[in-house]
């Protein structure tokens, strides 16, 4: 069965660090693209980060410097390690795999910043 799963979120105080993982099955093993959205209460959902199967990176603006992703030695599984956190970094935050014309979206894992 072809699906992503998110997992690594939790609560953290600003400043903290985190990493996330997500775990791609089936045939999304190959991902030409996996990538990081989050939605916080209230708006809509938005773009964090996303990788190529090459390797290339690209981060919004608002986590450039603060978030790494990476892919893990096996390549279903991809990282995203967030340091600095802020509180506006509090949301749900997705997993995302895109397969030849197909995405794929995890459930998602809550992380939630303090003061």
């Known amino acids: 069965q072809a699906q992503v799963v998110e997992s690594g979120g939790g609560l953290v105080q600003a400043g903290g660090s985190l990493r996330l993982e997500c775990a791609a099955s089936g045939r999304i093993v190959s991902a030409t693209i996996m990538a990081w959205y989050r939605q916080a209460p209230g708006k809509q959902r938005e773009f964090v980060a996303s990788?190529?199967?090459?390797?290339?990176?690209t981060y919004a603006n608002s986590v450039e410097g603060r978030f790494t992703f990476s892919r893990g030695s096996a390549r279903n599984t991809v990282y995203l390690q967030m340091n600095d956190l802020k509180p506006d970094d509090t949301a749900i935050y997705y997993c995302?795999?895109?397969?030849?014309?197909?995405?794929?979206w995890g459930q998602g894992t809550q992380v939630t910043v303090s003061s």
């Open positions: 995302y795999a895109y397969l030849a014309g197909n995405r794929y």
């Open positions: 990788i190529t199967d090459d390797g290339s990176t």
